[in-house]
Each structure stands twice: as structure tokens, then as C-alpha cells.
């Protein structure tokens, strides 16, 4: 089996399409509606990768903060960032606090794909 993923996102929707994409591949996947679960989440079993959207409604932390969070606590668990309202200087602040990459919403599947296994490879080369 390949490896967890957790996917974190105030969006039903989007939480539930990527983890149907994810699970179609052979991935494990675990979701989080905002950064409350998603430390709870990753505080009892940190995942091989995250997913996580920049922008969360009823959330006490947006994704580039959680991911900081994330980067403290697992140093080794690449991010990769998503979000719909994204911009410039939002994906190269997420990638200089550490995020792999970052993906504007709506995203291509076979991208999103390729970016973990891209990830998940350089992440195993640096353990």
C-alpha cells in the first residue's frame, strides 16, 4: 500500500474528491475540515505527506501557519499547498516557510498526482 496522506480543507467537497482521487491510486488518506483537527490529526500519527489549503473558514489557523506548525512538529512531512484565492506572493511565502509546492484551485488531477509522488520521493531521500 502506498503511502497516508492527510488532506486538510474547510471544504467538503474538495476534501472528499481529492481523497476519492487519492484512494483510486492506492493511497491512504485521513481528512481534516481545519487546523483544530489537523493537529489533533497529526499529533497522534503524523502522515507521509499533506495536503493543505491556504484559506479556511472557521479555522484559528490558515495553511501557511499550519503548516509552520507542522514543519516544528514533523520537520520531514512535505506540504503541498492548495488553494482557489491564491496569488504570487502567497505560493512563494508557502514555499520559503517550506511547502514543497503550491496549487491554485481548480488543479488537474494528473498534476496533483505527479507533485506527490514528487514529494513523497524527495522526502524519502532526505530521511
Keep these: 500500500m502506498k503511502p497516508e496522506i492527510l488532506i486538510v480543507d474547510d471544504e467538503h467537497d474538495i476534501r472528499s474528491m481529492i481523497s476519492d482521487l487519492l484512494e483510486d491510486e492506492g493511497y491512504s488518506c485521513r481528512t481534516a475540515a481545519n487546523a483544530e483537527e489537523a493537529r489533533k490529526n497529526l499529533q497522534e500519527h503524523p502522515p507521509a505527506l499533506v495536503i493543505l489549503d491556504i484559506w ?46 503550491f496549487v491554485e484551485k481548480p488543479f488537474k488531477s494528473d498534476r496533483l498526482l505527479l507533485l506527490i509522488e514528487r514529494a513523497l520521493q524527495m522526502a524519502a531521500i532526505e530521511a
Excluded: C, F
Excluded at 512538529?73 to 506540504?79: K, Q
Excluded at 482557489?84 to 516557510?97: C, F, L, P, R
Design 56 to 101: 479556511m473558514d472557521k479555522s484559528d489557523m490558515d495553511g501557511l501557519e499550519l503548516q509552520k506548525w507542522i514543519r516544528k512538529l514533523s520537520p520531514r512531512v512535505p506540504a503541498i499547498m492548495i488553494s482557489g484565492h491564491g496569488n504570487i506572493e502567497t505560493a512563494v511565502q508557502a514555499m520559503k516557510d517550506g511547502a514543497y509546492d
